[in-house]
């Protein structure tokens, strides 16, 4: 097989690989994305719950 008949098989393979690599990256930052609005929705919901948190805590503490 002479190199001249490979190569354009090769081409192609790396092409096909690369468009791969390419919908990967971009199904990667999907889910990064999300991932980043989950963390963020739970750190608010965090906040907004500690000063309810604290004052149940305080609530709860019986001196002896």
Do not use: C, F
């Not at 791969?20 to 719950?49: F, H, P, W």
């Amino acid at each position: 097989m002479a190199t001249s008949d490979k190569n354009p098989s090769e081409t192609e393979t790396i092409l096909m690989a690369l468009d791969q690599i390419s919908q990967t990256i971009d199904v990667m930052n999907s889910v990064v994305g999300r991932l980043r609005n989950y963390m963020n929705e739970q750190q608010a919901a965090a906040a907004e719950k500690q000063p309810e948190l604290h004052a149940e805590l305080q609530a709860d503490r019986t001196l002896h």
